[in-house]
């Protein structure tokens, strides 16, 4: 990458593609939404609240008149929605050419998911490894796919769950958080390796915003366990996001531009430029080296796959006409 200071105004047009957006309502996947959309792509809103996915569409074409865009109803933390999701999509599109797994979950306390694993980890990888897999057909069957999934700089502080998702109700909330991010990252570069080993045009990468002021920082304090407890932690958000954070429409460029930029490579993984990646324009930058561990990874793969019911070896490609089908190893 040998642009520098790289913003919305560089992203070429998107008119024609059809763009898949989870946490599309808020935060981060409301500027990626917004600026796709501006650009002429159709956007689908991936969101599990209706309400506020209808309210984030309202507030794009405030900004985008005659925007194009579309909910989906998605609850990333229930594999039956995701499978739900995947279902509606594929039927409703022939072709996605670009699926951002950008939504999140940060430092919730122990809890379940409704498929009985950790709460962070089922929102913020399983349900992002079942969605992409089961939407693998019609990205496939676009000219030039991609996969862009969101971590974050906290992987570097991960460790790759070896034994399976379900935590343990003494686990630490904060390096839950940074184990899924890691997770996030892993799976990126994973999918990119095995898409290239099966010779599929599918390209699979990663970005992270740096710090961004967004509502991710309040989810946890939302769940405080009393209301005084809330409102303190609530506060403290409010001031290091204020002189901490960059602006979320920032903190989206680094996806925006994996998404987009006709340079970007299967692999490939983006961050911000300025002060130790916490803020800045879109570069490059290095995975953490527990991403590259391959025997972990590989382990980590499989639990994943038992964990979705998902066997990304099983996974026909969209290639049918022209190209001929292909499979992911
Ligand atoms: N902001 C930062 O500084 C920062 C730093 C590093 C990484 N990130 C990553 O950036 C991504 C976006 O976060 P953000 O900062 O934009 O936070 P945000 O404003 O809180 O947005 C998160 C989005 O994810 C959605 N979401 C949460 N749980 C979900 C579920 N079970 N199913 C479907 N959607 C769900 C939220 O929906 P609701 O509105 O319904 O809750 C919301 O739309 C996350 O992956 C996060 O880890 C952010």
């Not at 913003?7 to 763009?19: M, Y």
């Not at 700089?153 to 890691?182: I, M, V, W």
């Not at 699979?204 to 309040?218: I, R």
Request: glycine share 10%; aromatic share 8%; hydrophobic share 45%.
């Amino acid at each position: 990458m040998n642009q520098t200071r790289w913003d919305h105004t560089r992203i070429p047009p998107q008119n024609g593609k059809l763009a898949v957006v989870t946490g599309a309502n808020s935060g981060l996947g409301w500027h990626i939404s917004l600026q796709l959309a501006r650009q002429g792509a159709h956007v689908v809103m991936a969101c599990r609240d209706k309400a506020r996915a209808l309210q984030a569409m309202e507030a794009i074409r405030a900004e985008v008149p005659g925007a194009r865009l579309s909910f989906q109803a998605l609850d990333l933390a229930n594999q039956q929605s995701v499978s739900a999701c995947a279902a509606a999509l594929s039927a409703a599109h022939s072709h996605i050419d670009l699926l951002v797994n950008n939504a999140g979950v940060m430092f919730l306390p122990y809890a379940l998911s409704a498929d009985g694993f950790e709460i962070q980890m089922a929102c913020n990888h399983l349900g992002h490894f079942l969605l992409t897999g089961l939407l693998l057909g019609p990205l496939g069957r676009a000219s030039a796919p991609r996969v862009v999934t969101m971590s974050s700089g906290f992987n570097h502080y991960g460790r790759l769950p070896q034994e399976g998702f379900r935590g343990s109700p003494r686990y630490s909330r904060h390096r839950a958080y940074c184990d899924t991010k890691l997770a996030n990252i892993v799976f990126a570069r994973e999918l990119a390796s095995r898409l290239a080993g099966a010779r599929s045009h599918i390209v699979s990468v990663a970005a992270h915003p740096g710090y961004a002021s967004t509502n991710l920082q309040f989810g946890a304090a939302n769940v405080s366990a009393s209301r005084w407890l809330a409102s303190l932690n609530r506060a403290a958000m409010r001031v290091s996001n204020a002189l901490l954070a960059q602006p979320a429409s920032m903190g989206a460029l680094p996806a925006l531009y994996a998404a987009t930029d006709s340079g970007v490579k299967n692999g490939d993984y983006f961050g911000p430029d300025g002060l130790q990646e916490s803020r800045g324009y879109p570069k490059l930058v290095d995975a953490p080296r527990r991403a590259l561990a391959a025997d972990e990874v590989a382990r980590f793969w499989a639990l994943s796959e038992a964990a979705t019911g998902f066997s990304y070896g099983d996974a026909t490609l969209g290639r049918e006409s022209g190209h001929g089908a292909v499979r992911l190893r």
